[in-house]
Structure formats: C-alpha cells, structure tokens
C-alpha cells in the first residue's frame, strides 16, 4: 500500500526557514516532488528529484530558495525552504510515481499524492 507522509509545515515570519519531510513508502518510485496549492489557485509544482536522488527540477521563481533532497536512510524526500516570503503560503503536497520520464515537472507525472502540510508564511 502506498503511503506518503508529509510533515513539516507550520507558521513562520517572513524570512524564516522550514524543513517538509515526505516519508515514501509501499512502491518502488522513481521520483518523489512537492507541489504546492495557494487558496483560490491552483496547484504548482514546486520541486521534484529522481529516487536515486541523481536528477532536480525546480519551479524557476523557487530554485535558490528551496532545496529537494533525498534520506535514503529513511525513504524520505525533503524540501528545505529558506527565505520565505508571505506568497510562498499554501498547502504543500507530496507526490510520487512508477513511470520513468525525462523529467518530473507536471501534476499529470505523478501517480500518488498525500494529505498536504499547511505552511503559513506571515509579514
């Protein structure tokens, strides 16, 4: 059964950092990413790294601030998040697949998807 896991999340000033953990678990995936989802907009992808952690892709306005990275000691994908600025409020969702692609940069590259984390970002 395939679960993913997020924590992390929570209220932060602005300027400050939070770390999201995704603990994977159930499949053999082949990558794990982070969306996120804003209220009244729609869902953005925000980061995505291969399995074997050899492969990143970032949201462009994000690269620099936000870093994907893998513990392969506990199967877990995690977005460490610095600077944050009041916009970068939103639900942030987890998501994995079972498919090779090029790249993983869509919602639609992604099989599985957990419950999301609230990350509030205040001024």
């Known amino acids: 059964q395939v679960q993913l896991v997020e924590s992390g999340g929570g209220l932060v000033q602005a300027g400050g950092s939070l770390r999201l953990s995704c603990a994977a678990s159930?499949?053999?995936?082949?990558?794990v990413g982070w969306f996120r989802q804003a209220p009244g907009k729609e869902r953005e992808f925000v980061a995505a790294?291969?399995?074997?952690?050899?492969?990143?892709w970032y949201a462009g306005s994000l690269k620099g601030r936000f870093t994907i990275s893998r513990d392969n000691a506990r199967n877990t994908v995690l977005l460490q998040m610095n600077s944050l600025k009041p916009e970068d409020t939103a639900v942030y969702y987890c998501?994995?697949?079972?498919?090779?692609?090029?790249?993983?940069?869509?919602?639609?590259?992604?099989?599985?998807w957990g419950q999301g984390t609230q990350v509030t970002v205040s001024s």
């Open positions: 159930g499949r053999a995936f082949t990558s």
């Open positions: 998501a994995a697949t079972l498919y090779y692609r090029a790249a993983y940069t869509d919602l639609n590259d992604f099989n599985y």
């Open positions: 790294i291969t399995w074997s952690a050899m492969a990143t």
